[in-house]
C-alpha cells in the first residue's frame, strides 16, 4: 500500500527553524514527484515545495523562495524551513503524484488532482 508518513513539526519562535520529513513506502520515489501543502482554517490549500524524483528538479512558492529547501535520501523528502514566520503558521501535508499523472512542474498548482497525502504536521510560529 502507498503510505506518505510526515514528522518533524512543532513550535518555533519567528526567525527559527523545522525540518519536515516525509517518509515513502510502496512505491518507487524514482516514478514520483513529492512535496509539501500547507493550509489553515477558511484558506485555500497553498502549494508550498516540490521535488521531483526523476531528475532531482525542485519547485518553490514565492512565498517561501529562499526560506525554505527540499531534499531527498533515498526513500525519505525533507523540507528544511529556515526563517520562520508567524504566516509560515499551518498544517503542512506531504503529497504525492507519480510523474505520468502531474509533472513537477505544475504539482503546486494540482492540489485537487493529488491522490495519496500523508497525514498533516502542525507547525506554529509565533513569539
Known amino acids: 500500500q502507498v503510505q506518505l508518513v510526515e514528522s518533524g513539526g512543532g513550535v518555533v519562535q519567528p526567525g527559527g527553524s523545522l525540518r519536515l520529513s516525509c517518509v515513502l513506502s510502496?512505491?518507487?520515489?524514482?516514478?514520483?514527484?513529492i512535496g509539501w501543502f500547507r493550509q489553515v482554517p477558511g484558506k485555500e490549500r497553498e502549494g508550498v515545495s516540490c521535488?521531483?524524483?526523476?531528475?532531482?528538479s525542485t519547485y518553490y512558492a514565492d512565498s517561501v523562495k529562499g526560506r525554505f529547501f527540499i531534499y531527498r535520501d533515498k526513500n525519505t523528502v525533507y523540507l528544511q524551513m529556515d526563517d520562520l514566520k508567524p504566516e509560515d503558521t499551518a498544517v503542512y501535508y506531504c503529497?504525492?503524484?507519480?510523474?505520468?499523472?502531474?509533472?513537477?512542474?505544475?504539482?503546486?498548482?494540482?492540489?485537487?488532482?493529488?491522490?495519496?497525502w500523508g497525514q498533516g504536521s502542525p507547525v506554529t510560529v509565533s513569539s
Open positions: 521535488i521531483s524524483g526523476m531528475d532531482g
Open positions: 503529497a504525492a503524484a507519480h510523474l505520468k499523472e502531474v509533472v513537477a512542474a505544475v504539482f503546486l498548482s494540482s492540489g485537487p488532482r493529488l491522490k495519496t
Open positions: 510502496g512505491f518507487r520515489l524514482d516514478y514520483y514527484t
